[in-house]
Antibody
Framework: EVQLVETGGGLVQPGRSLKLSCVASGFTFNNYWMSWTRQAPGKGLEWVASITNSGGSTYYPDSVKGRFTISRDNAQNTLYLQMNSLRSEDTATYYC????????????WGQGVMVTVSS | DVVLTQTPVAQPVTLGDQASISCRSSQSLVHSNGNTYLEWYLQKPGQSPQLLIYKVSNRFSGVPDRFIGSGSGSDFTLKISRVEPEDLGVYYCFQATHDPWTFGGGTKLELK
């Protein structure tokens, strides 16, 4: 059974940093692209970052480019999201998702982890 | 950026009815490789989103055949025949043809 478990969320002050983790199980992690998608309270979904299966390429929308870094440790089956210079508008639930590239982009989702940016 | 416009914003239904959701894109979603990366997700109350449809019309594993995706170019539709209680929630379309990938604003399927 595919499982994605996110951790690392919490309350952080504007301008500070936070690192999220997502531990994957139930599939061969290094065969799949992975992504982060977020959802602000009561709002819709926003794609945040993606990484190739090898970790060699990463992709971001302009809203987080230069502040967020997606990475992965294939030996530990773990996906990361390093978030720097956090803003109040980054407050959201962050979901880890698996992609089967060329076919689907979010075939499995984690339960999500809440990040609150506030002073 | 590609803008996906979903209509209606809310769709009141009676159980057993058919429901239809539209997703219109600000530009064609046909990729240079010939594929159209348009997906549909359902977010049930209090849950993570779940994939229903990928590449316009392909049902993901375990998705009932009452969910039917169709369309081409920049105009797409999700039809749900015979709505059941577990179908209620917010539906999102999503495109991964153009960078940045983008979601529609969502359509809430709710009981009348």
């Amino acid at each position: 059974e595919v499982q994605l478990v996110e951790t690392g969320g919490g309350l952080v002050q504007p301008g500070r940093s936070l690192k999220l983790s997502c531990v994957a199980s139930g599939f061969t992690f290094n065969n799949y692209w992975m992504s982060w998608t977020r959802q602000a309270p009561g709002k819709g979904l926003e794609w945040v970052a993606s990484i190739t299966n090898s970790g060699g390429s990463t992709y971001y929308p302009d809203s987080v480019k230069g502040r967020f870094t997606i990475s992965r440790d294939n030996a530990q089956n773990t996906l990361y999201l390093q978030m720097n210079s956090l803003r109040s508008e980054d407050t959201a639930t962050y979901y880890c998702t698996r992609a089967t590239m060329g076919i689907t982009t979010g075939d499995y989702w984690g339960q999500g982890v809440m990040v609150t940016v506030s002073s | 950026d590609v803008v996906l416009t979903q209509t209606p914003v809310a769709q009141p239904v009676t159980l057993g009815d058919q429901a239809s959701i539209s997703c219109r894109s600000s530009q064609s979603l046909v990729h240079s490789n010939g594929n159209t990366y348009l997906e549909w997700y359902l977010q049930k109350p209090g849950q993570s989103p779940q994939l229903l449809i990928y590449k316009v019309s392909n049902r993901f594993s375990g998705v009932p055949d009452r969910f039917i995706g169709s369309g081409s170019g920049s105009d797409f539709t999700l039809k749900i025949s015979r709505v059941e209680p577990e179908d209620l929630g917010v539906y999102y379309c999503f495109q991964a043809t153009h960078d940045p990938w983008t979601f529609g604003g969502g359509t809430k399927l709710e009981l009348k």
